[in-house]
T-cell receptor, first 113, second 114 residues
Framework: EAQVTQNPRYLITVTGKKLTVTCSQNMNHEYMSWYRQDPGLGLRQIYYSMNVEVTDKGDVPEGYKVSRKEKRNFPLILESPSPNQTSLYFC????????????FGPGTRLTVL | AQSVTQLDSQVPVFEEAPVELRCNYSSSVSVYLFWYVQYPNQGLQLLLKYLSGSTLVKGINGFEAEFNKSQTSFHLRKPSVHISDTAEYFCAVSDQQAGTALIFGKGTTLSVSS
């Protein structure tokens, strides 16, 4: 089954404790992206990747890192999480571009205390 | 840079009534337009998209949208809604040239009641 998976689905952590949210897709997509969803703000892009070893900042990259060492994986790293990073995070992938149909993961709800 | 404005944050309707969710966009370049839907506790999925050609686009679940370039709008419509259409709907745009980002509106919550 074609899908985007994210882990963990729920995470409660404390300020400053490094964490990684994994994202994997099995569709051989080149484009992958991370978004955060906050009430009343919609989805905002954090980082995106056009292909392996090609990543770039989205609209809200501060406090986040990403890497793309393999085509299928695109982990999101929070080196020193802060409470303002409490949010719902979505990973998405598409064939080549943002304009291709994006397939979204189920989301990761992160709470930073 | 592009921006998207969804004019209604919440739209309550009764079952079998028609509905229109409004979306306006702003861009200095040509864009592609999208509607995504998010059912409760799920990720987003594509409803429909406008890339080129006919300005009336049909999507899944009986939804359609019309691209109006002069009014920079892309309103979503359904002639008769069901309880199962209750969800959050997002309008989005993407730059036709760069293609690196999908810019979302803030979302419209459609609540269908019996």
């Amino acid at each position: 089954e074609a899908q985007v998976t994210q882990n963990p689905r729920y995470l409660i952590t404390v300020t400053g404790k490094k964490l990684t949210v994994t994202c994997s897709q099995n569709m051989n997509h080149e484009y992958m992206s991370w978004y955060r969803q906050d009430p009343g703000l919609g989805l905002r892009q954090i980082y995106y990747s056009m292909n392996v070893e090609v990543t770039d900042k989205g609209d809200v990259p501060e406090g986040y890192k990403v890497s793309r060492k393999e085509k299928r994986n695109f982990p999101l790293i929070l080196e020193s999480p802060s409470p303002n990073q409490t949010s719902l995070y979505f990973c998405a992938s598409s064939l080549q571009l943002a304009a291709d149909t994006q397939y979204f993961g189920p989301g990761t709800r992160l709470t930073v205390l | 840079a592009q921006s998207v404005t969804q004019l209604d944050s919440q739209v309550p309707v009764f079952e079998e009534a028609p509905v229109e969710l409004r979306c306006n966009y702003s861009s200095s370049v040509s864009v592609y337009l999208f509607w995504y839907v998010q059912y409760p506790n799920q990720g987003l999925q594509l409803l429909l998209k406008y890339l080129s050609g006919s300005t009336l686009v049909k999507g899944i679940n009986g939804f359609e949208a019309e691209f109006n370039k002069s009014q920079t709008s892309f309103h979503l419509r359904k002639p008769s809604v069901h309880i199962s259409d209750t969800a959050e709907y997002f309008c989005a745009v993407s730059d036709q040239q760069a293609g690196t980002a999908l810019i979302f509106g803030k979302g419209t919550t459609l609540s269908v009641s019996s």
